[in-house]
């Protein structure tokens, strides 16, 4: 058999984090706990609610007898939405900032640290931004007798001068 099996993830757990002060501690290795280093917890996510999408501007170059000669790509832009089941205040400060329990205002969205952890069994990949992420969409859940009062939250990943996005760990956690 060609090709390493171990390398093939499907994830059974997802979390998000958000720093809970503005320059948060960012873990020497995989293997370190987030919520013992100022980072909040987002609550239980929807299992079918993380997606991750790509996308960016193109432009062929072409030589004057109509050859492709170059492709150039820009704009690029690395969106994740994912949909939090919980109903808490960290939610609430990435979904509704400035909000309170007894007040909703109109949200501004300022870039915030964020951190997704990946499990599959006990491995878990973990990505924290270089310079943070921006909320551009949230699309509360409708609220029936039957479903759970939720909210979809877009963000977009800011990227580094130097292109970075992630800083990307990976490490081994306690069944």
Known sequence: MSGDPTKVHIWDRIEAYKALIAEPTIPADGATDLAALSWGLLGLMDPEGFEESVSSKSTDVFEYSG???RSVSTDFVLQ????CL???EIVRGVAWPGSTDEVIVVPKHAPFPLALEFYDGTHRERRITKVGAQVTAIAPAKKTRTGVDSVKVT?????????????RQIGTVAE
């Open 86 to 88: 919980e109903q808490n």
């Open 80 to 83: 994740h939405s994912f949909t």
């Open 155 to 167: 963000v977009k990943i800011l990227a580094a001068a130097n292109g970075e996005l992630f800083t």
């Open 67 to 69: 050859n492709l000669i």
